[in-house]
């Protein structure tokens, strides 16, 4: 297993790549989250694929962002990283939220690089009567912290039931994303505010797993749907989950992803 960091296209990336000799599969994480997110499903995938995960610009232990960020960065991020780890052809891609933005876009921009993608409440956007409002919660946390929004956003993207069922869980969670560098994360959230995949999702031609969450607040299950159904080959289901659920359900995550990688990814 390789753990390290390098320096793709302009960026230093903190990465690991490890696994079995399979096809390759790539993890993207969430907003505010780090490569540590897929902890609790990467032995499974690692019994049957090669994995890269890493800290995305601006997360975990990554280069931090000063200034604006593009989506389209983002997903040049990846290539620039396969590139510096000599690791050619196809990947399948897997993606949280902001993960999953970035896998959609890193498919229609490098079609010849992936051979499936499996994500999960999509954040493709923030809408028009929420940017004000989004705006406004930006401001707030470079002034104050992101202390000061965590009860409010954790309790959309990690509701009680979830807690309880695991509050040692929880509690890495909550820690991890109190960790994030407020600047970055306002350029992320900067970023999904003037995003716009509309002309993404026709350019999509590898088969497309899209998970909607049945208790996430922020990108219910419908959105979810709608997006499906702008890509020619993907399919839409649905997970007992918040926003998170290779965290808050890896057993049912699993049950969707694994199946679906091992009818479309062969490498």
């Known amino acids: 297993m390789a753990i390290g960091w390098i320096d793709a296209g302009g960026v230093s990336l903190r990465y690991e790549l490890g696994g079995s000799d399979g096809p390759l599969v790539v993890l993207l994480h969430e907003m505010a989250g780090t490569l540590e997110s897929w902890d609790l499903v990467m032995p499974a995938l690692q019994k049957r694929y090669r994995t890269l995960r890493y800290d995305m610009r601006g997360a975990g ?3 931090k962002i000063r200034g604006e960020v593009s989506g389209d960065q983002l997903a040049d991020d990846l290539k620039s990283l396969l590139d510096g780890l000599h690791l050619s052809g196809k990947a399948a891609l897997i993606g949280c939220a902001v993960g999953a933005n970035v896998a959609l876009r890193f498919a229609a921009r490098h079609p010849a690089h992936t051979g499936a993608v499996a ?3 999509p954040a493709t956007h923030i809408p028009a009567e929420r940017r004000d409002a989004t705006y406004a919660m930006i401001d707030g946390f470079l002034r104050d912290g992101l202390r000061s929004i965590e009860e409010k956003s954790l309790l959309t993207s990690y509701p009680e039931e979830f807690r309880t069922l695991d509050p040692e869980r929880f509690a890495s969670t909550r820690s991890r ?3 994030n560098d407020p600047e970055s994360f306002a350029a992320i959230y900067r970023m999904l505010a003037s ?5 993404v999702f026709p350019q999509v031609v590898a088969p ?3 998970i909607g969450c049945l208790q996430d607040a922020g990108r219910p299950p419908e959105g979810v749907q709608m997006i499906a159904d702008r890509i020619k080959d993907a399919r839409f289901v649905t997970i007992l989950s918040a926003h998170f659920p290779a965290i808050q359900n890896p ?3 699993l049950g969707l992803v694994l199946p679906f990688l091992e009818k479309n990814w062969q490498g």
């Open 195 to 199: 995003s716009d995949l509309e002309m």
């Open 61 to 63: 232990l990554s280069e």
């Open 119 to 121: 994500i999960s409440s």
């Open 208 to 210: 497309c797993l899209l």
């Open 177 to 179: 994303w109190l960790g």
């Open 251 to 253: 057993e049912a995550f």
